[in-house]
Nanobody
């Protein structure tokens, strides 16, 4: 089983930046992909960015060119660098990990609020 703890959310003005961190513990060697998802009030949770164990990345069209996902394997940490933030990026951001057993783990979420 994998445990995930996010940090780094907060309130920022439009055009600003934030960096989210997600520290993984537990069965880390079984993780095949990690990602950041977000859920705004009244909306479904959506994938924002993902990264595989070998470093392949993918992004939602709405964040391409503004967000960057990266990982530090030595620290068991995945980051989401968010630049040029927009009010529509306001949401609770969740870290997710999928293992080779196809089990999915979620963090508790961190709030990101972008003011106009």
């Amino acid at each position: 089983q994998v445990q995930l703890v996010e940090s780094g959310g907060g309130l920022v003005q439009a055009g600003g930046s934030l960096r989210l961190s997600c520290v993984a513990s537990g069965s880390i060697s079984s993780i095949i992909t990690m990602g950041w998802h977000r859920q705004a009030p009244g909306k479904q949770r959506e994938l924002v960015a993902g990264i595989s164990s070998v470093g392949n990345t993918n992004y939602a069209d709405s964040v391409k060119g503004r967000f960057t996902i990266s990982q530090d394997n030595a620290k068991n940490t995945v980051y989401l660098q968010m630049d040029s933030l927009k009010p529509e990026d306001t949401a609770v951001y969740y870290c997710n990990a999928v293992t080779s057993y196809l089990r999915s783990s979620w963090g508790q979420g961190t709030q990101v609020t972008v003011s106009s």
